[in-house]
């Protein structure tokens, strides 16, 4: 499993690199007023920051002789596979139903299909959820979605 982590660090790693240097030829800008690769650099930099540490945690574990097997017992592809699937309907749905009702369903099928909750702790954490998206990126930082069924 190590290596496995080692290899693919350092594939992070160079990912990440290019994704900065790209970012920094499309010009960053400063912290009060951004440039176009402004995220994309500091995106590419936590994915290099990232891959560093799983590659030094890796380095650790073998040379404490902790070495893990690599198991793919425990994992839950029917719910990873529903997942997925819910996530394609979802950005179907977005463009016909709006924005709200999508995210509404979309967040109800997964604190009650996916990993089942109370109906009450999923309504209340669905409606929260819907509340916070639309503050967010509706009032806050004006982003414009589909209205589709609803007003708002």
Do not use: H
């Amino acid at each position: 499993m190590e290596r496995c982590d080692r290899i693919t660090s350092l594939f992070w790693f160079i990912f990440g690199l290019y994704i900065t240097i790209s970012a920094y030829t499309f010009g960053i800008g400063s912290l009060s007023n951004p440039g176009p690769g402004f995220i994309f650099f500091l995106t590419g930099n936590f994915i290099s920051i990232l891959s560093i540490i799983v590659f030094v945690g890796a380095e650790i574990s073998i040379k404490s002789g902790e070495i893990r097997p690599i198991s793919w017992e425990g994992i839950r592809w029917g719910k990873m596979i529903s997942v997925v699937i819910s996530l394609v309907i979802y950005t179907y749905l977005f463009e016909k139903i709006g924005y709200m009702l999508s995210i509404l369903f979309l967040m109800l099928y997964l604190f009650k299909g996916i990993e089942p909750q109370k109906w009450r702790t999923a309504i209340t954490s669905t409606i929260l959820t819907c509340v916070m998206v639309y503050v967010i990126f509706v009032l806050w930082l004006k982003c414009q979605f589909p209205r589709g069924l609803l007003p708002f």
